[in-house]
């Protein structure tokens, strides 16, 4: 076999390689599409969330930090998050902000209305992927913004996705403007910046949110606030 052919079948191999490897490469929008599989179809979870902001797009320079939940029990899932909390059930969703002391109450008439705990998928309208790679057991996606001249809060995502579930470990999300930030000194300067969103899975050992506990339906069906928060005020949107 002449030279020229040995080489021209070794190129051909690794082009051939080269395609194998990167059919093997996993979609983002292959992947979101399991990630909600994932979290629609488990039944119950409990999940803490760590929000963590950094100054600039790199280095470890944290500002500030806050504790959060996430929680699903069969068809009620809660959201928690800096005295702000979000109940879905069946049939109402519920917005409770302990700071303004309010509760909306939010029936849900279509079950088209009903959203996921984490509906990420709608990345895609506004981002494209621009890397991915699988890193031992985490798949990897970098998605960029399609359009720069939209006002959208992040320039660039980065998702951490579990290979073997399809459950969310990680986001990175790059700020599109600079905001205010207090440098060492105790000065305050306008930078860049990034929120880094960790996933961690907890024991499932809290009862399950009923929506008594909240308000209470009259006979005519209109809602009234439960005993525990007779100090809000509640924002029925029954008829809009």
């Not at 470890?60 to 899932?77: I, L, P, R």
């Not at 990345?123 to 494209?128: H, Q, V």
């Not at 929120?195 to 929506?211: D, R």
């Amino acid at each position: 076999m002449g030279k020229k052919v040995k080489n021209s079948i070794y190129i051909s191999l690794l082009l051939v390689c080269s395609m194998t490897v990167t059919a093997q490469q996993p979609t983002v929008a292959k992947t979101l599409e399991k990630v909600e599989a994932y979290y629609k179809t488990t039944k119950t979870f409990n999940l803490e969330v760590e929000y963590a902001m950094y100054r600039g797009y790199t280095g470890s320079y944290q500002t500030e930090s806050y504790k959060g939940s996430m929680y699903k029990n069969g068809d009620v899932t809660q959201i928690k998050i800096l005295g702000s909390e979000i109940l879905q059930f069946p049939k109402v969703q519920l917005t409770i902000n302990d700071e303004n002391k309010t509760l909306v109450y939010n029936p849900i008439t279509d079950k088209s209305m009903q959203k996921s705990l984490l509906d990420i998928a709608s990345f895609l309208k506004f981002y494209k992927e621009a890397s991915t790679k699988v890193s031992g057991n985490t798949i990897i996606h970098e998605l960029v913004v399609k359009n720069t001249q939209l006002p959208i809060p992040y320039n660039k995502i980065i998702l951490h996705v579990n290979k073997n579930n399809y459950s969310i470990q990680k986001q990175i999300l790059y700020l599109s403007t600079k905001v205010p930030f207090v440098d060492e000194a105790g000065k305050d300067i306008e930078d860049v910046g990034r929120m880094v969103i960790t996933f961690k899975t907890s024991p499932v050992s809290i009862k399950a949110p009923q929506l008594q506990d909240y308000v209470v339906l009259e006979p005519n069906k209109k809602p009234h606030l439960a005993k525990a928060y007779a100090a809000y005020t509640i924002i029925d949107q029954s008829n809009i």
